[in-house]
Protein backbone atom coordinates (compact mmCIF):
# COMPACT_ATOMS: atom_id res chain seq x y z
CA UNK A 1 0.00 0.00 0.00
CA UNK A 2 1.66 3.24 -0.96
CA UNK A 3 0.30 7.51 -0.10
CA UNK A 4 2.29 8.12 -3.00
CA UNK A 5 0.84 10.76 -5.41
CA UNK A 6 -1.73 11.85 -2.54
CA UNK A 7 -2.32 14.86 -0.61
CA UNK A 8 -2.60 15.58 2.92
CA UNK A 9 -6.45 16.92 2.14
CA UNK A 10 -6.75 13.31 1.00
CA UNK A 11 -5.33 11.49 4.45
CA UNK A 12 -7.37 13.32 6.22
CA UNK A 13 -10.57 12.82 4.57
CA UNK A 14 -10.13 9.07 4.70
CA UNK A 15 -9.19 9.67 8.11
CA UNK A 16 -12.46 11.74 9.16
CA UNK A 17 -14.86 9.53 7.10
CA UNK A 18 -13.70 6.64 9.19
CA UNK A 19 -14.51 8.48 12.33
CA UNK A 20 -17.90 10.29 11.33
CA UNK A 21 -18.90 7.01 9.04
CA UNK A 22 -21.36 9.14 6.66
CA UNK A 23 -20.32 10.42 3.09
CA UNK A 24 -23.18 13.50 4.16
CA UNK A 25 -22.22 14.39 7.86
CA UNK A 26 -18.51 13.98 6.43
CA UNK A 27 -19.37 16.27 3.57
CA UNK A 28 -20.93 18.72 5.77
CA UNK A 29 -18.16 18.70 7.91
CA UNK A 30 -15.40 19.34 5.23
CA UNK A 31 -17.96 22.14 3.66
CA UNK A 32 -17.97 19.99 0.17
CA UNK A 33 -21.12 18.03 -1.63
CA UNK A 34 -21.59 14.28 -1.25
CA UNK A 35 -21.31 13.51 -4.50
CA UNK A 36 -17.84 15.69 -4.55
CA UNK A 37 -16.79 13.71 -1.38
CA UNK A 38 -17.77 9.74 -3.17
CA UNK A 39 -15.69 11.26 -6.37
CA UNK A 40 -12.55 12.35 -4.53
CA UNK A 41 -13.03 8.73 -2.32
CA UNK A 42 -13.05 6.78 -5.65
CA UNK A 43 -9.93 9.06 -6.97
CA UNK A 44 -7.91 7.86 -3.66
CA UNK A 45 -9.47 4.45 -3.38
CA UNK A 46 -8.01 3.97 -7.27
CA UNK A 47 -4.47 5.86 -6.65
CA UNK A 48 -4.01 3.08 -3.39
CA UNK A 49 -4.98 0.31 -5.08
CA UNK A 50 -7.50 -1.21 -2.46
CA UNK A 51 -11.10 -0.48 -1.55
CA UNK A 52 -10.73 1.30 1.30
CA UNK A 53 -14.82 1.51 2.62
CA UNK A 54 -17.45 -1.02 3.01
CA UNK A 55 -20.86 0.99 1.97
CA UNK A 56 -24.06 -0.48 3.41
CA UNK A 57 -27.53 0.86 4.03
CA UNK A 58 -26.27 0.71 8.03
CA UNK A 59 -23.44 3.38 7.07
CA UNK A 60 -19.70 2.98 6.30
CA UNK A 61 -16.93 0.75 7.63
CA UNK A 62 -13.66 0.43 7.41
CA UNK A 63 -11.82 -2.53 4.91
CA UNK A 64 -8.95 -4.55 6.54
CA UNK A 65 -6.64 -2.56 3.88
CA UNK A 66 -8.96 0.73 5.28
CA UNK A 67 -7.96 -0.09 8.60
CA UNK A 68 -4.43 -0.21 7.46
CA UNK A 69 -4.21 2.94 5.38
CA UNK A 70 -5.75 4.97 8.19
CA UNK A 71 -3.40 3.92 10.76
CA UNK A 72 -0.27 5.22 8.01
CA UNK A 73 -2.60 8.57 7.62
CA UNK A 74 -2.93 9.71 10.83
CA UNK A 75 1.27 9.17 11.15
CA UNK A 76 1.71 11.29 8.58
CA UNK A 77 -0.67 14.07 9.71
CA UNK A 78 0.47 13.83 13.20
CA UNK A 79 3.84 14.81 11.91
CA UNK A 80 2.93 18.21 11.19
CA UNK A 81 1.85 20.26 14.27
CA UNK A 82 -1.91 21.62 13.62
CA UNK A 83 -2.02 19.72 9.74
CA UNK A 84 -4.46 17.18 11.03
CA UNK A 85 -7.43 19.95 11.11
CA UNK A 86 -5.86 21.85 7.97
CA UNK A 87 -6.49 25.58 9.03
CA UNK A 88 -3.09 26.64 8.42
CA UNK A 89 -3.84 26.47 4.84
CA UNK A 90 -7.03 28.63 5.01
CA UNK A 91 -7.43 32.43 4.56
CA UNK A 92 -8.80 34.97 6.83
CA UNK A 93 -12.55 35.52 4.67
CA UNK A 94 -13.13 39.32 4.65
CA UNK A 95 -17.00 39.20 4.04
CA UNK A 96 -19.50 36.74 5.01
CA UNK A 97 -22.90 36.45 2.95
CA UNK A 98 -25.63 34.51 4.24
CA UNK A 99 -28.09 32.57 2.03
CA UNK A 100 -31.57 30.92 3.48
CA UNK A 101 -33.55 28.21 1.45
CA UNK A 102 -34.87 25.02 1.79
CA UNK A 103 -33.20 22.27 3.28
CA UNK A 104 -32.91 20.19 -0.40
CA UNK A 105 -31.60 23.10 -2.42
CA UNK A 106 -29.01 23.54 0.47
CA UNK A 107 -27.95 20.12 0.56
CA UNK A 108 -27.90 18.91 -3.26
CA UNK A 109 -27.49 21.92 -5.15
CA UNK A 110 -25.92 24.73 -3.66
CA UNK A 111 -22.74 22.93 -2.20
CA UNK A 112 -20.73 22.44 -5.89
CA UNK A 113 -22.34 26.39 -7.20
CA UNK A 114 -20.67 27.71 -3.86
CA UNK A 115 -17.40 25.44 -3.96
CA UNK A 116 -16.85 27.12 -7.53
CA UNK A 117 -18.05 30.44 -7.15
CA UNK A 118 -15.14 30.40 -4.22
CA UNK A 119 -12.57 30.49 -6.39
CA UNK A 120 -13.58 33.64 -7.81
CA UNK A 121 -14.20 35.68 -4.80
CA UNK A 122 -11.97 34.23 -2.63
CA UNK A 123 -12.53 36.90 0.17
CA UNK A 124 -15.56 35.55 0.57
CA UNK A 125 -17.60 32.71 2.56
CA UNK A 126 -20.94 31.79 2.55
CA UNK A 127 -23.48 30.60 5.29
CA UNK A 128 -26.37 27.87 4.17
CA UNK A 129 -29.34 28.48 6.58
CA UNK A 130 -32.05 25.91 6.13
CA UNK A 131 -35.25 27.61 6.69
CA UNK A 132 -39.55 26.75 6.13
CA UNK A 133 -40.37 28.32 2.82
CA UNK A 134 -42.86 30.43 4.09
CA UNK A 135 -40.18 32.13 6.95
CA UNK A 136 -37.61 32.86 3.82
CA UNK A 137 -39.23 36.20 3.15
CA UNK A 138 -39.82 37.50 6.32
CA UNK A 139 -36.25 36.59 7.59
CA UNK A 140 -34.70 38.66 4.63
CA UNK A 141 -36.82 41.71 5.18
CA UNK A 142 -35.20 41.60 8.66
CA UNK A 143 -31.72 41.62 7.89
CA UNK A 144 -30.73 38.20 8.48
CA UNK A 145 -29.78 36.90 5.16
CA UNK A 146 -28.17 38.12 2.02
CA UNK A 147 -29.22 35.33 -0.49
CA UNK A 148 -32.98 34.00 -0.51
CA UNK A 149 -32.84 31.26 -2.62
CA UNK A 150 -36.84 30.42 -3.46
CA UNK A 151 -39.35 27.81 -5.45
CA UNK A 152 -41.93 30.77 -5.90
CA UNK A 153 -41.15 34.35 -6.68
CA UNK A 154 -41.68 36.96 -3.71
CA UNK A 155 -42.42 40.59 -3.43
CA UNK A 156 -39.61 41.71 -1.73
CA UNK A 157 -38.96 45.78 -0.59
CA UNK A 158 -37.45 47.80 -3.26
CA UNK A 159 -33.46 46.85 -1.84
CA UNK A 160 -33.88 43.77 -3.05
CA UNK A 161 -33.85 42.03 -6.67
CA UNK A 162 -35.37 39.29 -7.64
CA UNK A 163 -34.19 37.05 -10.78
CA UNK A 164 -35.25 33.37 -12.48
CA UNK A 165 -32.30 31.43 -12.36
CA UNK A 166 -33.04 28.31 -14.45
CA UNK A 167 -36.02 25.46 -13.56
CA UNK A 168 -35.62 22.69 -11.42
CA UNK A 169 -37.03 19.41 -13.06
CA UNK A 170 -38.77 16.59 -11.26
CA UNK A 171 -39.03 13.00 -11.75
CA UNK A 172 -40.17 9.41 -10.30
CA UNK A 173 -37.59 7.65 -8.59
CA UNK A 174 -37.39 4.13 -7.25
CA UNK A 175 -34.60 1.93 -5.84
CA UNK A 176 -32.44 0.01 -8.87
CA UNK A 177 -34.06 -2.95 -8.70
CA UNK A 178 -37.73 -1.78 -8.48
CA UNK A 179 -40.11 -4.10 -9.79
CA UNK A 180 -42.02 -1.21 -11.96
CA UNK A 181 -38.42 -0.77 -14.38
CA UNK A 182 -37.15 2.14 -16.19
CA UNK A 183 -40.69 2.70 -17.79
CA UNK A 184 -44.05 2.08 -16.65
CA UNK A 185 -47.98 3.01 -16.86
CA UNK A 186 -49.51 5.57 -14.58
CA UNK A 187 -52.13 2.53 -13.81
CA UNK A 188 -49.32 0.11 -12.20
CA UNK A 189 -47.42 3.46 -10.34
CA UNK A 190 -50.62 2.95 -8.22
CA UNK A 191 -49.93 -0.38 -7.42
CA UNK A 192 -46.50 0.84 -5.09
CA UNK A 193 -46.89 3.08 -1.71
CA UNK A 194 -44.98 6.75 -2.24
CA UNK A 195 -42.45 8.27 0.14
CA UNK A 196 -44.92 11.00 1.61
CA UNK A 197 -43.06 14.87 2.63
CA UNK A 198 -44.54 16.39 5.65
CA UNK A 199 -43.85 19.65 7.57
CA UNK A 200 -45.08 20.66 10.67
CA UNK A 201 -47.44 24.40 11.04
CA UNK A 202 -48.87 25.37 13.42
CA UNK A 203 -47.96 22.15 15.69
CA UNK A 204 -50.03 20.13 13.04
CA UNK A 205 -48.30 17.69 10.63
CA UNK A 206 -49.50 18.23 7.21
CA UNK A 207 -48.77 16.90 3.55
CA UNK A 208 -46.44 18.89 1.45
CA UNK A 209 -46.42 19.04 -1.75
CA UNK A 210 -44.11 17.12 -3.83
CA UNK A 211 -45.53 17.91 -7.60
CA UNK A 212 -46.38 14.72 -8.26
CA UNK A 213 -49.41 14.25 -11.09
CA UNK A 214 -50.69 11.66 -9.12
CA UNK A 215 -52.41 13.31 -6.17
CA UNK A 216 -51.47 12.10 -2.48
CA UNK A 217 -55.34 11.26 -1.98
CA UNK A 218 -55.12 8.36 -4.58
CA UNK A 219 -51.64 7.06 -4.12
CA UNK A 220 -50.57 4.29 -1.49
CA UNK A 221 -49.10 5.63 1.85
CA UNK A 222 -45.73 4.85 3.04
CA UNK A 223 -43.66 6.34 5.44
CA UNK A 224 -43.48 10.19 5.78
CA UNK A 225 -40.41 12.31 5.96
CA UNK A 226 -39.95 15.84 6.11
CA UNK A 227 -35.92 15.94 4.57
CA UNK A 228 -35.20 15.01 1.11
CA UNK A 229 -32.10 12.58 2.59
CA UNK A 230 -34.16 10.25 4.76
CA UNK A 231 -36.83 9.89 1.54
CA UNK A 232 -33.62 8.91 -0.42
CA UNK A 233 -32.53 6.57 2.17
CA UNK A 234 -35.95 5.14 2.86
CA UNK A 235 -36.07 4.38 -1.28
CA UNK A 236 -32.69 3.00 -2.47
CA UNK A 237 -33.77 0.00 0.35
CA UNK A 238 -37.56 -0.49 0.22
CA UNK A 239 -40.06 -0.76 -3.04
CA UNK A 240 -41.73 2.75 -1.94
CA UNK A 241 -41.32 5.27 -4.75
CA UNK A 242 -40.28 9.12 -4.31
CA UNK A 243 -41.30 12.31 -6.41
CA UNK A 244 -38.66 14.77 -6.08
CA UNK A 245 -36.20 17.08 -8.04
CA UNK A 246 -34.07 15.35 -9.97
CA UNK A 247 -31.21 17.96 -8.17
CA UNK A 248 -31.57 15.16 -5.08
CA UNK A 249 -30.53 12.77 -7.14
CA UNK A 250 -27.94 13.78 -9.34
CA UNK A 251 -25.80 15.11 -6.03
CA UNK A 252 -26.46 13.03 -3.58
CA UNK A 253 -24.76 9.63 -2.69
CA UNK A 254 -27.41 7.75 -3.37
CA UNK A 255 -27.39 8.45 -6.84
CA UNK A 256 -25.94 4.84 -7.80
CA UNK A 257 -28.53 3.34 -5.82
CA UNK A 258 -31.90 4.58 -7.41
CA UNK A 259 -33.12 4.71 -10.99
CA UNK A 260 -35.99 7.36 -12.94
CA UNK A 261 -38.72 5.71 -13.45
CA UNK A 262 -40.18 7.12 -16.83
CA UNK A 263 -44.06 7.34 -16.55
CA UNK A 264 -44.84 8.56 -20.75
CA UNK A 265 -48.35 9.43 -19.51
CA UNK A 266 -47.29 12.24 -17.56
CA UNK A 267 -46.30 15.85 -18.35
CA UNK A 268 -42.64 17.00 -17.37
CA UNK A 269 -42.71 18.51 -14.02
CA UNK A 270 -40.49 21.68 -14.16
CA UNK A 271 -40.50 24.56 -11.54
CA UNK A 272 -38.91 27.83 -11.75
CA UNK A 273 -36.33 28.72 -9.40
CA UNK A 274 -35.33 32.67 -8.36
CA UNK A 275 -32.36 33.82 -6.73
CA UNK A 276 -33.25 37.20 -4.42
CA UNK A 277 -30.43 39.74 -3.55
CA UNK A 278 -30.25 42.71 -0.84
CA UNK A 279 -28.38 44.78 -3.34
CA UNK A 280 -26.96 47.12 -0.55
CA UNK A 281 -24.96 43.95 0.29
CA UNK A 282 -24.01 41.79 -2.52
CA UNK A 283 -22.56 42.95 -5.24
CA UNK A 284 -23.74 43.13 -8.47
CA UNK A 285 -20.48 40.77 -9.96
CA UNK A 286 -21.44 38.42 -7.28
CA UNK A 287 -24.88 37.91 -8.27
CA UNK A 288 -24.38 37.42 -11.67
CA UNK A 289 -21.67 34.98 -11.02
CA UNK A 290 -24.42 32.92 -8.75
CA UNK A 291 -26.71 33.13 -10.87
CA UNK A 292 -25.04 31.64 -14.27
CA UNK A 293 -23.36 29.21 -11.98
CA UNK A 294 -27.03 28.54 -10.67
CA UNK A 295 -28.40 27.71 -14.01
CA UNK A 296 -25.07 26.02 -15.50
CA UNK A 297 -25.95 23.41 -12.33
CA UNK A 298 -29.14 23.15 -13.22
CA UNK A 299 -28.92 22.47 -16.78
CA UNK A 300 -26.42 20.28 -16.63
CA UNK A 301 -29.25 18.04 -14.49
CA UNK A 302 -30.98 18.38 -17.60
Same mark, same amino acid.
Given at each position: ?????????????????????????????? #?? @???????????????????????????????????????????????????????? #????????????????????????????????????????????????? @??? @????????????????????????? #???????????????? @?????????????????????????????????????????????????????????????????????????????????????????????????????????????????????????
Amino acid at each position: MSLKNLSFQDLDLVVSLAAIKTLRSTAREK #GM @SPAQLSKDLKRIEASVGHSLFRRSSAGITLTPEGISFRERARKVLELVPGLSNLEA #GKKTASKMITIGTTNLLSNYLLPDVLASLGQDFPGTVFRLLDLPPDRIQ @SIG @SRGQIDFAITWDRYEWTSSWETREA #GEITYGLFGRTRHPLG @SETSAEHVREFPFILPVYVEQSQVRFGNDRCPLPIGKRIQGHQTSTASSALRIAQTTDQLLFVPKCAIYYSEFGDHLKEIRVPEWELVRRPLYVSVSTSRVSKSLYDSFCSKLRASLEKIG
